[in-house]
């Protein structure tokens, strides 16, 4: 886990990002509008996942509770350990978080774990990079080794807050729906930035683009007068 010190850091975009991704994505696209405006955000210090939570982390999880398995288990492309985990859903993720002792993050978390004080669009900063990222400019077309992109990542050393997979947080999109954050090998420059929101269709069982890292909050401790 990477530590990710407490201070004020810039949640969202101001008008001037949006138009500015917006002459970028070549249309105004109504999902990044949720990204408006900017404000200062204070976060105390936690610890997250250095990397997304990956298929032979929740196959132990799985062994140890017998819990329901994803969708794309075992299927041939999907398989390997170090891919992330994807195909369940909210209820399946926060159960392995219980497990591990850890939570989800909350978007707020996890957006300052990807992009840090300094306001970038992307993990590694504000001009994008083919082949720093899984997204669809490589058009891989599926997940991939969680530690295949060190160019790509966070200030804190997080890999892959940007594509591969989304990321489950905790929090509430349009219609109440759950957040996800960092988009995902689909999604091409715009849609992987650190501050894109969306939601998925089926927050039950999930995605074959869906995945979550994990987050442990360190505790207060009080000083005796």
Not at 3 to 23: H, K, N, R, V, Y
Not at 116 to 132: A, Q, S
Not at 153 to 174: F, L, Q, R, T
Request: one cysteine or more.
């Amino acid at each position: 886990m990477a530590l990710i010190p407490s201070g004020e850091f810039t949640f969202g975009i101001d008008e001037g990002e949006l138009m500015q991704i917006f002459a970028l994505d070549g249309k105004e696209n109504p999902v990044f509008m949720t990204e408006v405006p900017a404000r200062r955000v204070f976060i105390d210090d936690f610890y997250i996942d250095v990397y997304p939570v990956t298929n032979a982390q929740y196959a132990k999880f799985i062994e140890e509770t017998g819990h329901r398995k994803p969708f794309l288990w075992g299927k041939d492309g999907w398989d390997d350990p170090l891919q992330p985990v994807v195909g369940l859903g909210w209820d399946d993720a926060r159960a392995y978080t219980a497990w591990a002792g850890k939570k989800l993050p909350r978007e707020e978390q996890w957006e300052k774990a990807a992009r840090g004080e300094d306001r970038r669009w992307w993990p590694w900063g504000n001009d994008f990079f083919t082949g720093y990222v899984n997204s669809g400019e490589l058009q891989i077309g599926r997940t991939t080794d969680v530690k295949r992109f060190p160019k790509g990542v966070s200030p804190y050393g997080c890999y892959d807050m940007s594509g591969n997979v989304w990321e489950m947080c905790e929090g509430s999109w349009i219609d109440n729906m759950p957040l996800m954050r960092g988009g995902c090998f689909l999604g091409r420059a715009t849609f992987v930035r650190t501050t894109v929101r969306w939601s998925p269709e089926d927050p039950v069982n999930g995605a074959h683009w869906l995945g979550f890292r994990c987050l442990k909050e360190i505790p207060t401790r009080e000083i005796d007068s």
